[in-house]
Nanobody, 122 residues
Framework: QIQPVESGGRSVQTGGSLQLACTAPGYASQKCGVDWYRRASGKEREWVASISDDDDARYADFVEGRFTISKDEVKDTVYLKMNSLKPDDTATYVC????????????????WGRGTQVTVSS
């Protein structure tokens, strides 16, 4: 099972920037896409962004041009660069592989990462 590990979360002030990393050994060789999700305290998990094996990137509406997803396949890592952060971005950010583009089984059954906490203060 592909097991992602997230990192990079910390506390920042409104307007600040962070880059999160999702390291998922095997995702690139299996041609997996990768999704970032987030879950704020007391809220349901919501999808943030995704990137496909061929670098097709998609974002939730609330991103509003502030985030950029990218990948380094050599490092088996997907990044989420977040600019102009708002308090509403405060959440635990997690990543997970998908098979929306590749159709590879291993991508579809990948584990959830444990998450990295982003806290944005006003």
């Amino acid at each position: 099972q592909i097991q992602p590990v997230e990192s990079g979360g910390r506390s920042v002030q409104t307007g600040g920037s962070l880059q999160l990393a999702c390291t998922a050994p095997g995702y690139a060789s299996q041609k997996c896409g990768v999704d970032w999700y987030r879950r704020a305290s007391g809220k349901e998990r919501e999808w943030v962004a995704s990137i496909s094996d061929d670098d097709d990137a998609r974002y939730a509406d609330f991103v509003e041009g502030r985030f950029t997803i990218s990948k380094d396949e050599v490092k088996d890592t997907v990044y989420l660069k977040m600019n102009s952060l708002k308090p509403d971005d405060t959440a635990t950010y997690v990543c997970k592989t998908n098979d929306e583009y590749s159709g590879v089984r291993a991508c579809a059954v990948g584990a959830w990462g444990r998450g990295t906490q982003v806290t944005v203060s006003s």
